[in-house]
Protein backbone atom coordinates (compact mmCIF):
# COMPACT_ATOMS: atom_id res chain seq x y z
CA UNK A 1 0.00 0.00 0.00
CA UNK A 2 1.50 3.56 -0.87
CA UNK A 3 1.74 5.84 1.96
CA UNK A 4 1.95 8.98 0.32
CA UNK A 5 -0.50 11.67 -0.13
CA UNK A 6 0.74 13.95 -1.71
CA UNK A 7 -2.07 15.64 -3.73
CA UNK A 8 -4.14 16.65 -0.67
CA UNK A 9 -4.05 19.66 1.69
CA UNK A 10 -5.81 17.98 4.75
CA UNK A 11 -6.00 13.82 5.51
CA UNK A 12 -9.38 12.82 6.65
CA UNK A 13 -8.91 10.54 9.63
CA UNK A 14 -10.80 8.43 12.03
CA UNK A 15 -9.53 8.90 15.76
CA UNK A 16 -9.67 5.81 17.84
CA UNK A 17 -10.46 7.16 21.46
CA UNK A 18 -10.53 5.28 24.74
CA UNK A 19 -13.88 7.06 26.78
CA UNK A 20 -12.98 8.69 29.92
CA UNK A 21 -9.27 8.57 29.09
CA UNK A 22 -7.28 11.80 29.84
CA UNK A 23 -4.71 10.99 26.99
CA UNK A 24 -7.18 10.37 24.12
CA UNK A 25 -8.91 13.79 25.37
CA UNK A 26 -6.36 15.79 24.93
CA UNK A 27 -5.19 14.27 21.40
CA UNK A 28 -8.32 14.99 20.37
CA UNK A 29 -7.94 18.52 21.37
CA UNK A 30 -4.73 19.02 20.16
CA UNK A 31 -5.51 17.41 16.38
CA UNK A 32 -8.81 19.56 16.11
CA UNK A 33 -7.71 22.43 14.64
CA UNK A 34 -4.25 21.33 13.10
CA UNK A 35 -5.17 21.97 9.49
CA UNK A 36 -3.34 19.01 7.97
CA UNK A 37 -6.00 17.07 9.93
CA UNK A 38 -10.31 16.68 8.74
CA UNK A 39 -11.71 14.47 11.66
CA UNK A 40 -13.92 12.95 10.13
CA UNK A 41 -15.47 10.37 12.88
CA UNK A 42 -14.59 9.25 16.64
CA UNK A 43 -14.52 5.33 17.37
CA UNK A 44 -15.02 5.13 21.19
CA UNK A 45 -14.20 2.42 22.95
CA UNK A 46 -16.67 2.08 25.71
CA UNK A 47 -15.18 1.05 29.78
CA UNK A 48 -18.25 -1.02 30.68
CA UNK A 49 -20.16 -3.92 28.92
CA UNK A 50 -22.92 -4.71 31.25
CA UNK A 51 -23.63 -7.97 29.36
CA UNK A 52 -23.54 -10.91 31.21
CA UNK A 53 -20.58 -11.68 29.76
CA UNK A 54 -19.31 -8.11 29.52
CA UNK A 55 -20.28 -8.15 33.61
CA UNK A 56 -18.04 -11.58 34.53
CA UNK A 57 -14.91 -9.89 32.12
CA UNK A 58 -15.44 -6.82 34.26
CA UNK A 59 -15.58 -8.48 37.59
CA UNK A 60 -12.23 -10.92 36.75
CA UNK A 61 -10.29 -7.71 35.93
CA UNK A 62 -11.09 -6.15 39.06
CA UNK A 63 -10.15 -9.19 40.75
CA UNK A 64 -6.48 -8.79 38.85
CA UNK A 65 -5.82 -5.07 39.72
CA UNK A 66 -7.50 -5.56 43.34
CA UNK A 67 -10.40 -3.32 44.74
CA UNK A 68 -8.36 -0.45 46.02
CA UNK A 69 -6.36 0.54 42.60
CA UNK A 70 -10.34 -0.01 41.07
CA UNK A 71 -11.59 2.59 43.43
CA UNK A 72 -8.88 4.88 42.91
CA UNK A 73 -9.58 4.88 39.01
CA UNK A 74 -12.72 5.11 40.07
CA UNK A 75 -11.93 8.66 41.88
CA UNK A 76 -9.78 9.85 39.43
CA UNK A 77 -12.50 9.16 36.80
CA UNK A 78 -14.53 11.38 38.87
CA UNK A 79 -12.12 14.13 39.14
CA UNK A 80 -11.76 14.11 35.32
CA UNK A 81 -15.30 14.76 34.94
CA UNK A 82 -15.20 17.78 37.55
CA UNK A 83 -12.65 18.98 35.63
CA UNK A 84 -13.85 18.93 32.54
CA UNK A 85 -17.57 20.60 33.71
CA UNK A 86 -15.12 23.20 34.54
CA UNK A 87 -13.81 23.86 31.31
CA UNK A 88 -18.11 24.20 30.00
CA UNK A 89 -18.54 26.18 32.70
CA UNK A 90 -15.50 28.65 32.88
CA UNK A 91 -15.09 30.67 29.62
CA UNK A 92 -11.45 31.05 29.66
CA UNK A 93 -10.83 27.49 30.05
CA UNK A 94 -13.70 26.35 27.62
CA UNK A 95 -11.13 25.60 24.91
CA UNK A 96 -8.30 24.41 27.31
CA UNK A 97 -9.37 20.40 27.31
CA UNK A 98 -13.05 19.62 26.13
CA UNK A 99 -14.23 16.00 26.17
CA UNK A 100 -14.51 13.91 22.83
CA UNK A 101 -18.84 14.17 22.85
CA UNK A 102 -18.55 18.17 22.70
CA UNK A 103 -15.76 18.00 20.40
CA UNK A 104 -17.94 16.01 18.21
CA UNK A 105 -21.22 17.66 19.24
CA UNK A 106 -19.76 21.44 18.21
CA UNK A 107 -18.05 20.35 14.72
CA UNK A 108 -20.68 17.91 13.66
CA UNK A 109 -18.59 15.04 13.98
CA UNK A 110 -19.90 11.43 13.88
CA UNK A 111 -18.81 9.17 16.81
CA UNK A 112 -19.96 5.76 17.16
CA UNK A 113 -19.67 4.00 20.73
CA UNK A 114 -18.69 0.50 20.47
CA UNK A 115 -18.07 -2.59 22.45
CA UNK A 116 -16.10 -4.16 20.06
CA UNK A 117 -13.54 -2.59 16.84
CA UNK A 118 -13.56 -5.40 14.91
CA UNK A 119 -17.51 -5.90 14.88
CA UNK A 120 -19.67 -4.81 11.29
CA UNK A 121 -20.72 -2.21 12.95
CA UNK A 122 -17.47 -0.45 13.51
CA UNK A 123 -16.23 -1.97 9.89
CA UNK A 124 -19.08 -0.32 8.55
CA UNK A 125 -18.90 3.05 10.39
CA UNK A 126 -15.14 3.82 9.42
CA UNK A 127 -15.63 2.76 5.87
CA UNK A 128 -18.08 5.26 5.63
CA UNK A 129 -16.10 7.96 6.86
CA UNK A 130 -13.61 6.72 3.98
CA UNK A 131 -10.49 7.55 5.69
CA UNK A 132 -7.25 7.83 4.51
CA UNK A 133 -5.84 7.44 8.14
CA UNK A 134 -6.72 6.15 11.32
CA UNK A 135 -5.07 7.56 14.73
CA UNK A 136 -5.03 5.21 18.06
CA UNK A 137 -5.15 7.45 20.96
CA UNK A 138 -4.40 5.49 23.58
CA UNK A 139 -7.20 3.03 22.11
CA UNK A 140 -8.36 0.16 24.53
CA UNK A 141 -8.80 -2.15 22.16
CA UNK A 142 -6.84 -5.08 19.85
CA UNK A 143 -7.42 -4.15 16.04
CA UNK A 144 -7.32 -7.35 13.33
CA UNK A 145 -6.72 -7.06 10.03
CA UNK A 146 -10.25 -6.12 8.51
CA UNK A 147 -10.08 -2.81 10.43
CA UNK A 148 -6.36 -2.09 9.88
CA UNK A 149 -7.06 -2.72 6.38
CA UNK A 150 -9.79 0.04 6.09
CA UNK A 151 -7.92 3.51 5.58
CA UNK A 152 -6.20 4.69 2.53
CA UNK A 153 -2.83 4.92 4.39
CA UNK A 154 -3.36 2.98 7.56
CA UNK A 155 -3.49 2.94 10.94
CA UNK A 156 -0.94 5.13 13.03
CA UNK A 157 -0.54 4.00 16.98
CA UNK A 158 0.65 6.78 20.03
CA UNK A 159 1.93 4.29 22.45
CA UNK A 160 2.68 5.74 25.53
CA UNK A 161 6.29 4.21 26.27
CA UNK A 162 9.45 3.68 24.21
CA UNK A 163 9.17 0.66 21.54
CA UNK A 164 10.12 -1.74 21.77
CA UNK A 165 11.26 -1.52 25.28
CA UNK A 166 7.86 -0.73 26.53
CA UNK A 167 5.31 -3.20 24.69
CA UNK A 168 1.85 -3.43 26.17
CA UNK A 169 -0.53 -1.78 28.58
CA UNK A 170 0.20 1.03 30.68
CA UNK A 171 3.61 1.63 29.99
CA UNK A 172 3.24 4.88 31.44
CA UNK A 173 2.59 3.11 35.60
CA UNK A 174 5.65 0.62 34.35
CA UNK A 175 8.27 3.49 34.11
CA UNK A 176 7.60 4.33 36.86
CA UNK A 177 7.21 1.41 38.53
CA UNK A 178 10.72 0.55 37.77
CA UNK A 179 12.00 3.82 38.74
CA UNK A 180 13.35 4.73 35.34
CA UNK A 181 14.79 8.32 35.75
CA UNK A 182 13.47 8.72 31.70
CA UNK A 183 9.51 8.19 30.28
CA UNK A 184 9.18 7.91 26.25
CA UNK A 185 6.63 7.81 23.79
CA UNK A 186 6.22 6.00 20.54
CA UNK A 187 4.05 6.74 17.30
CA UNK A 188 4.06 3.80 14.77
CA UNK A 189 2.18 2.48 12.38
CA UNK A 190 -0.36 -0.39 13.80
CA UNK A 191 -0.10 -3.98 12.21
CA UNK A 192 -1.70 -7.55 13.55
CA UNK A 193 0.89 -7.64 16.76
CA UNK A 194 0.69 -5.68 20.03
CA UNK A 195 3.02 -2.56 19.42
CA UNK A 196 5.01 -3.99 16.55
CA UNK A 197 4.74 -1.98 13.74
CA UNK A 198 7.72 0.13 12.13
CA UNK A 199 8.59 2.65 14.27
CA UNK A 200 7.51 6.45 12.86
CA UNK A 201 8.96 8.68 15.62
CA UNK A 202 10.36 8.25 19.21
CA UNK A 203 10.90 10.91 22.04
CA UNK A 204 12.24 10.43 25.63
CA UNK A 205 11.63 13.09 28.42
CA UNK A 206 13.01 13.32 31.84
CA UNK A 207 10.51 12.64 34.85
CA UNK A 208 10.01 15.08 37.04
CA UNK A 209 10.52 14.24 40.65
CA UNK A 210 7.84 12.63 42.29
CA UNK A 211 6.07 12.29 39.28
CA UNK A 212 2.59 10.61 38.96
CA UNK A 213 1.31 8.24 35.81
CA UNK A 214 -1.17 10.71 35.25
CA UNK A 215 1.60 13.64 35.12
CA UNK A 216 3.48 10.64 32.56
CA UNK A 217 0.46 10.69 30.00
CA UNK A 218 0.43 14.25 29.56
CA UNK A 219 3.32 14.42 29.34
CA UNK A 220 3.35 11.50 26.11
CA UNK A 221 0.04 13.18 25.07
CA UNK A 222 2.07 16.36 24.80
CA UNK A 223 4.83 15.14 22.84
CA UNK A 224 2.70 12.54 21.21
CA UNK A 225 0.44 14.96 19.46
CA UNK A 226 3.49 17.28 17.93
CA UNK A 227 4.94 13.86 16.47
CA UNK A 228 1.64 13.13 14.80
CA UNK A 229 1.65 16.34 13.06
CA UNK A 230 4.97 16.11 11.83
CA UNK A 231 4.11 12.98 10.59
CA UNK A 232 0.51 13.82 8.68
CA UNK A 233 2.72 16.65 7.41
CA UNK A 234 5.44 14.96 6.10
CA UNK A 235 2.08 12.27 4.50
CA UNK A 236 0.48 14.94 2.74
CA UNK A 237 3.91 16.04 1.30
CA UNK A 238 4.67 12.92 -0.07
CA UNK A 239 7.99 12.21 2.02
CA UNK A 240 8.57 9.47 4.05
CA UNK A 241 6.37 9.71 7.23
CA UNK A 242 9.59 8.11 9.31
CA UNK A 243 11.20 10.73 11.62
CA UNK A 244 13.63 8.46 13.19
CA UNK A 245 15.38 5.52 13.47
CA UNK A 246 15.01 2.32 15.63
CA UNK A 247 17.87 1.00 17.68
CA UNK A 248 19.01 -2.38 17.44
CA UNK A 249 20.21 -2.26 20.81
CA UNK A 250 17.01 -2.00 22.71
CA UNK A 251 15.59 -4.02 24.85
CA UNK A 252 12.65 -6.11 23.88
CA UNK A 253 10.20 -6.32 26.21
CA UNK A 254 6.33 -7.25 27.09
CA UNK A 255 4.22 -6.09 29.81
CA UNK A 256 0.94 -7.01 30.68
CA UNK A 257 -1.56 -5.18 32.52
CA UNK A 258 0.00 -4.74 36.05
CA UNK A 259 -2.16 -6.80 39.15
CA UNK A 260 -2.57 -6.01 42.62
CA UNK A 261 0.84 -7.18 44.02
CA UNK A 262 2.27 -4.60 41.05
CA UNK A 263 -0.09 -2.00 42.14
CA UNK A 264 0.81 -2.30 45.90
CA UNK A 265 4.62 -2.14 45.10
CA UNK A 266 3.80 0.95 43.41
CA UNK A 267 1.50 2.67 45.67
CA UNK A 268 4.62 2.32 48.63
CA UNK A 269 6.56 4.81 46.49
CA UNK A 270 4.80 6.43 44.81
CA UNK A 271 1.15 8.46 44.11
CA UNK A 272 -0.94 7.56 41.12
CA UNK A 273 -2.24 10.39 40.74
CA UNK A 274 -3.02 13.87 42.12
CA UNK A 275 -6.02 16.20 41.36
CA UNK A 276 -3.65 19.48 41.39
CA UNK A 277 -2.12 17.35 38.06
CA UNK A 278 -5.37 17.89 35.97
CA UNK A 279 -5.91 21.35 37.50
CA UNK A 280 -2.49 22.01 36.20
CA UNK A 281 -3.35 20.71 32.98
CA UNK A 282 -5.99 23.16 32.76
CA UNK A 283 -3.70 26.65 33.78
CA UNK A 284 -0.15 25.70 32.77
CA UNK A 285 0.96 25.83 29.32
CA UNK A 286 3.65 23.51 29.12
CA UNK A 287 0.91 20.66 28.99
CA UNK A 288 -0.77 22.23 26.47
CA UNK A 289 1.62 23.35 23.54
Request: hydrophobic share 40%; glycine share 6%; net charge positive.
Amino acid sequence: MSRNMNTKKALDVVILYSSGHLGSAMIMNKLLNTPEINIVGVVKAEPFDLSFQGRSMIKNHLKKVGWKFAWLLLWQRCIQVLGYLITLVLPFLRKRLKPAWKIASDNNIPVLYCKNINDKASLDFISNGKPDLLVSAYFSQILKKEVISLPKLGVINLHPGWLPTYKGAMAYFWVLKNNSDKGGVTVHWIDEGIDTGEILARRSFLLPQNATQEIVLMYTAVIGARLLKRIVRRLISGQSPKLTQADNDDEDNYYPMPNEQDFEAYFERRRYFRIRDLFGLLVFKKYRE
